[in-house]
């Protein structure tokens, strides 16, 4: 342990009220801390600058996965554990599980959770992608009321986001509207399990007469932050997946992603990497 | 031949220990008074200390603050030769060395103060890389950068090119590797008047840590006292680097007049202490039409680091290694360990072997290549045979049927129906998995190279007390690979007891005479030999004392012991080792009996390789070796799965990425070894010829499957893709370059 315990701080509030009205009283003083998962390794390493830490964990207006209708919801504080565990998603957002699955140990998966992942921003985690694609929404609460943002707009560029001051993410919202699509997902780490992505791509589509009527696409670890790429959707709307339709989706891709060289991959792995996964999603929407 | 205990898998001597938390490991120990000691590092590569500050918003005075000046002695971790500093006092000559010491009784204020040291330094340029220490850009080392360079020389090399029908050359590259032991490295150090300096700690050579701990502290050898506690793991990386964390924790120890504990956590361990050294090897091989080695012209470099360290000693095996299980009339090697501005890179499972069989093997593929023969043939065509001699000289007088080992390896793997399966199937250009086969063949060496063993004379004790337990005393250390229960194993069987009835004593310099470093693949064949013995001049004693007959039991055995102990107050042997009068090495000529015997082995790897990421999966692994009598089955295949294991990561995955000599993954997310779920089943296969100096007929087995693991990877990608590796680690990156390459 590098960190120098004594110099930091933790309050845990007793309900989402409380919390909010530290968060409000005391404007970026106090940074909320849920499973832990990301920014325990940042202190063990001694590298952990903000001091005082509200502890979230116990919320339970932060938990639960609902299912409703049109929706399922799940709480800002559901592991990666409970995502796995919960049939609905497994029937019409599997790509979810999948996520789920594939981040980090068993240990992570108990005690990461979807809203700390997404407040971290890292354009390499493993469930964003996965989010864009099923066009999710995120409620966004403060001391002064409620949000709901579409979660595809909500990083704004590298470790940035439409989240203020005072404001907690509350709940995720999945439209459910994916049965039937053809649905996507592989993580490429450094090895097998317990790794980081060095290219995430998750991506699902629906088929209409062998055409592509509409699909969503979004690729981690290409960009500062995870990309929907927006363009290379355009190039397959409306078309059969072929060759020619595969050239100009690549094409498109490689124009949308701005992928670097860094400790565990290459930029030009990277790039090449995205346009092979491309292909393997055409291929799956055409057999 | 009928044995009590020898060539079972009795258990483990202190798995219970470990499986149930008991035992103790050095950070699991405390001393009354105990501060804490850290190391404040060097920021640069290479340059001269201007000034070291003290800053922040901490208590300096109460603080424990060591540099070189405080060095009672003489300022070096003496191994080989005294190049290496134990603190840097005017110079830096690579990142992270160590500058100035730090204790306090609070760890976690340590860390705070550790980071409100600065130490500026004024830079001079450095030397990252092989081709710039050869081109001497920078003398950072002596007068040419060159630590230890060797030249091997059989038959003559020269003439052979004129009637070669082929010459194929290559140059092949291995990177950097991690020990990656699961305990960090850590020590606690206790210093007074009256006693000395004594030490407790992780380490592998408890006589290698005393030696430099006399003389840095300038004491006489009754004064200093080395303690292994429970070690987690070494794998060579705790041969000599506990020497310097012992020095440091002394250091402290001296100062403050309190016991101090470092303790590395796994970011200081991985940037900080030694890794395998990366290589370069140049082959020009000439062969005949018919496919016989007529020539091979082998030009071996490995990156030492900074210091001397155990370079010279690594480059020595990785040369006699280089050509590898074959006869050839015409052999040349040259090789030299060059001087960077990195870390020193130390011992690590193999010590150079590793390095040059993997360029060794992968090459010998292309010249298969060349020759139009397939790679087995090749090497059936030139295995070495009994009464034929290794490129250094020895005539070798084991038995030995390298081409048995090769065939038991391709029928449990299924070698050629999947050689050609793979083939047809890979030909389907749309296909996104492609498959291959490959293997390597390759010797190992087991104790000390040469002279070795005759200077190291190591020794061992055996002492039977009153109630008939006997005691092993050696230097020889459990870290993990199963000492202690063969060592049990050896003397009860040479006294027809059970292993409970065999204690090993705590390797301690203050109660154990130095049975000599726990490296080399040594310790089963050349102490184990030595434990056999004196087992057998205390039972020899016994039996001339009167007090044990024939067909005696366990209680029989006991009574004896204490009858004699009565008598004589204490029954005891003690033997030192001899060396064969017929094994004979030149120094100078670098030629002769390399080693007392060899270890000899076909791995064969399966593997395929997912065309859209470029990343390689290893689908089956086929370990077949011969290693003389195995002592304990479960342990000698654990130590066969263990090292393919850490050979998988030395092939694929494990890349240490270097900026200026500094590692900057040193994490374990993303410096990347493999999982269980990376691994593919290992299949362990032993043919068992007993070595008739060994004890019970065992060779040595540690370091060997490091060796074949890599290049039968390599093999089974170039199969696979027909993409020519010649370095590795193979990363999915490097992989993806080369198969573009191969497909533009």
């Not at chain 1, 354009?123 to 409620?139: G, K, R």
């Not at chain 2, 340059?47 to 000046?69: M, N, Q």
């Amino acid at each position: 342990m590098r960190a120098y315990l004594p110099a930091y701080e933790m309050e845990t509030p007793q309900d989402l009220a409380a919390a909010l009205e530290r968060l409000a009283a005391e404007s970026g003083v106090w940074k909320p801390f849920a499973g832990g998962t990301d920014l325990m390794v940042l202190l063990e390493a001694g590298k952990l600058p903000h001091k005082k830490f509200l502890n979230i964990w116990n919320l339970e207006e932060l938990r639960g996965i609902e299912v409703r209708t049109e929706h399922v919801t799940l709480g800002a504080l559901t592991t990666y554990a409970e995502v796995q565990r919960n049939e609905t998603l497994a029937r019409e957002f599997p790509l979810l599980c999948r996520a789920a699955a594939a981040t980090g140990s068993v240990a992570t998966q108990n005690r990461g959770t979807l809203g700390g992942n997404i407040a971290n921003a890292s354009p390499a985690a493993d469930s964003p992608p996965v989010l864009v694609v099923y066009d999710a929404e995120i409620e966004i609460v403060s001391a002064g009321g409620a949000r709901w943002v579409h979660y595809a707009s909500f990083h704004t560029e590298y470790k940035k986001m439409n989240l203020h001051a005072g404001e907690l993410i509350r709940r995720i919202r999945l439209t459910r509207k994916h049965a039937g699509w053809k649905q996507y997902f592989r993580k490429v780490g450094t090895r097998r399990a317990q790794a980081i992505s060095k290219i995430c791509f998750a991506a699902a589509a629906r088929m209409e007469a062998g055409r592509i009527a509409d699909v969503r696409i979004a690729v981690g670890s290409v960009a500062p932050i995870v990309l929907h790429a927006v363009r290379v959707e355009e190039s397959l709307r409306g078309q059969r997946p072929g060759d020619a339709v595969l050239q100009a989706a690549q094409d498109a891709l490689s124009a949308e992603i701005t992928p670097v060289d860094d400790m565990r991959s290459t930029a030009r792995y990277r790039r090449q990497v995205a346009r092979n996964l491309l292909g393997e999603f055409l291929e799956v929407l055409a057999g | 031949m009928e044995t009590r205990v020898i060539g079972k898998s009795v258990p483990r001597k202190e798995g219970r220990e470990k499986v149930t938390g008991r035992a103790r490991y050095v950070d699991d120990l405390s001393f009354p008074g105990m501060l804490h000691g850290v190391t404040v590092r060097s920021p640069a590569a290479r340059g001269r200390i201007r000034a070291v500050h003290f800053e922040g918003d901490i208590p300096w005075h109460e603080f424990t603050v060591v540099t070189a000046k405080d060095i009672p002695g003489k300022n070096c971790i003496a191994l080989l030769i005294e190049d290496q500093p134990c603190l840097a006092a005017e110079f830096v000559s690579h990142p992270e060395e160590a500058v100035v010491l730090l204790a306090h009784h609070d760890k976690y204020l340590l860390e705070e103060a550790r980071r409100s040291v600065r130490i500026e330094i004024e830079p001079l340029p450095g030397l990252f890389s092989i081709e710039d220490s050869l081109a001497q850009k920078e003398i950072i080392w002596g007068q040419d950068n060159i630590f230890k360079s060797f030249y091997v020389e059989k038959g003559d090399v020269d003439s052979a090119w004129a009637r070669a029908e082929f010459v194929v050359e290559g140059t092949y590259e291995t990177g950097a590797q991690e020990q990656l032991y699961i305990e960090p490295q850590g020590m606690i150090a206790q210093v007074n008047g009256a006693e000395g300096v004594t030490v407790w700690g992780s380490l592998q050579c408890p006589h290698y840590v005393h030696k430099a701990l006399m003389i840095l502290f300038g004491l006489p050898r009754e004064r200093i006292r080395v303690v292994q506690a429970e070690t987690g793991g070494g794998f060579g990386g705790k041969e000599e680097y506990p020497s310097m964390i012992a020095a440091h924790a002394a250091l402290l120890a001296r100062k403050s007049g309190r016991p101090v504990k470092i303790i590395y956590d796994r970011a200081e361990d991985m940037v900080a202490t030694t890794k395998r050294h990366p290589s370069r090897t140049r082959h020009v091989t000439a062969v005949s039409r018919d496919g016989k080695l007529l020539a091979m012209d082998i030009d071996f470099t490995v990156d030492g680091g900074a210091y001397e360290t155990l370079s010279p000693v690594v480059l020595s095996r990785g040369t006699i290694h280089a050509a590898g299980p074959y006869a050839c009339a015409n052999v040349r090697i040259r090789s030299r360990a060059v001087a960077t501005n990195a870390p020193p890179h130390g011992a690590f499972r193999g010590f150079g072997a590793p390095q040059s069989v993997f360029a060794l093997e992968r090459h010998l593929d292309r010249v298969a290549e060349a020759v139009g023969i397939a790679p087995e043939e090749l090497r059936r065509r030139n295995f070495i045979r009994e009464g034929q001699t290794l490129a250094v000289g020895q005539v070798v007088k084991e038995k030995v049927d390298m081409n048995a080992l090769l065939g038991r390896a391709f029928e449990l793997s299924g070698y050629h129906a999947k050689r050609k399966q793979f083939a047809a199937e890979n030909s389907d250009a749309r296909g996104a998995i492609k498959k291959g086969i490959g293997f390597a063949s390759f010797l190992h060496g087991a104790g000390f190279t040469g002279s070795g063993e005759e200077y190291l004379a190591s020794e061992v004790a055996m002492e039977a007390m009153a109630d008939g337990s006997v005691h092993i005393l050696a230097g020889s250390t459990e870290m993990g690979q199963g000492t202690n229960t063969i060592f049990a194993q050896i003397a009860a069987e040479a006294l027809r007891l059970d292993c409970e009835q065999i204690r090993i004593v705590q390797p301690d310099t203050a109660h154990v005479p130095n049975s000599g470093p726990t490296v080399a693949s040594r310790t089963a064949m050349i102490v184990g030999k030595l434990v056999e013995t004196a087992a057998t001049k205390l039972l020899k004693t016994l039996r001339d004392s009167g007090f044990l007959r024939e067909g005696y039991s366990a209680e029989d055995f006991s009574r004896a012991c204490g009858e004699y102990i009565t008598a004589h107050r204490e029954l005891k042997s003690f033997v030192k080792y001899e060396h064969p009068r017929d094994l004979h090495w030149d120094d100078q000529k670098y030629s002769g009996d390399a080693y007392g015997a060899y270890a000899w082995a076909v791995y064969v790897a399966e593997v395929s390789v997912d065309m859209r990421t470029a990343e390689v999966r290893v689908n089956d692994f086929v370990a077949v070796q011969e290693v003389g009598r195995v002592i304990n089955p479960v342990l000698a295949a654990g130590q066969i799965e263990g090292g393919v294991a850490q050979g998988i990561g030395f092939a694929l995955y494990e890349n240490v990425v270097w900026q200026e000599g500094r590692m900057v993954n040193a994490q374990m997310t993303n410096y990347v070894m493999p999982t269980s779920v990376d691994l593919p089943a290992i299949r362990v296969c032993f043919e068992e010829i007993p070595y008739g100096r060994g004890p019970a007929g065992a060779k040595g087995i540690g370091e060997l499957p490091l060796d074949g693991t890599a290049p039968a990877i390599a093999n089974a990608i170039a199969h696979a893709t027909g993409v020519d590796v010649r370095a590795i680690p193979v990363t999915a990156e490097t992989l993806l370059e080369m198969l573009e390459a191969v497909h533009a």
